[in-house]
């Protein structure tokens, strides 16, 4: 997904595309495959087991320890207009809530009203810990960001 051009939203951006020419990148961000399931080689609902899989994976590898969060747009914005298959959310979330990773869903597309609730990822059913919104925060009518962190969320910071 993308997450902005600052050097630590571009570093968290998985499309490596849109990273060309703007490198060295800050390090310790991971990335992991998003559900793509046009694309995938499975039925839908196989290649959402196996992205959730990986994430988990991911995260054991690394050591829970060491990862603080995961990042997502709960509808993918930066490749187009990709809606991920309805366990997708659900799936990140046990995968988060299993290894204490906060989870991150950044609406600064989806949010406000534009897919037809007022966040993206109320259509899954999942409560993230931490949103970061803009651009329907003001309408467009002033360059405004924010983020609403969950009680439990904000605790986990010293």
């Known amino acids: 997904a993308y997450h902005g051009n600052t050097a630590g939203a571009m570093a968290a951006t998985g499309q490596a595309e849109r990273k060309i020419g703007f490198g060295p990148q800050p390090p310790g961000y991971l990335h992991v495959p998003p559900p793509y399931p046009y694309r995938a080689s499975t039925d839908p609902e196989t290649h959402c087991a196996d992205v959730v899989r ?67 990822h109320q259509h899954y059913g999942v409560t993230p810990d931490i949103i970061t919104m803009a651009k329907g925060l003001t309408s467009g009518y002033q360059p405004l960001g924010a983020c609403v962190v969950t009680a439990g969320g904000f605790d986990r910071f010293p």
């Open 54 to 120: 990986q994430l988990d994976e991911t995260i054991s590898f690394e050591g829970s320890e060491t990862v603080a969060a995961f990042i997502a747009e709960p509808v993918m914005s930066g490749g187009g207009v990709l809606v991920p298959p309805e366990a997708y959310l659900k799936g990140v979330r046990e995968v988060c809530d299993k290894h204490g990773v906060l989870l991150i869903l950044d609406e600064v597309v989806s949010g406000f009203g534009r897919t037809g609730a007022m966040f993206g």
